[in-house]
């Protein structure tokens, strides 16, 4: 049974840093990222691939760092400088890449909650 088990969030305030954790079940081709706020849709964060291939939303980049232990089959989210905006829900999430070498996530995280305070 394939498992991803976030940890991480806190509630923070705003210029403050948390890094967030996603550990797998087992080894996957991409992993990424992914929030969602209350009322709004669910925002991509940050992928990653096996070769540490990395990419962001505008929104984070520069700010968030996303990195991942193939031996431990674990990703992180280093997050810095954060915003009240950046509040929400943070999913894990893994897959593979299709024939056009795009993400397809088909597994997920419960989820961790970030809450940044002005």
């Known amino acids: 049974q394939v498992k991803l088990v976030e940890s991480g969030g806190d509630s923070v305030q705003a210029g403050g840093s948390l890094r967030l954790s996603c550990v797998a079940s087992g080894f996957f081709v991409v992993m990424g990222w992914f929030r969602q706020a209350p009322g709004k849709e669910r925002e991509d964060v940050a992928d990653i691939d096996s070769h540490g291939t990395t990419t962001y939303a505008e929104s984070v980049k520069g700010r968030f760092t996303v990195s991942r232990d193939n031996a431990k089959n674990t990703m992180y989210l280093e997050m810095n400088n954060l915003h009240p905006e950046d509040s929400g829900m943070y999913y894990c999430?893994?897959?593979?890449?299709?024939?056009?070498?795009?993400?397809?996530?088909?597994?997920w995280g419960q989820g961790t909650q970030v809450t940044v305070s002005s």
């Open positions: 999430a893994a897959g593979y890449s299709d024939y056009d070498d795009l993400p397809v996530f088909n597994y």
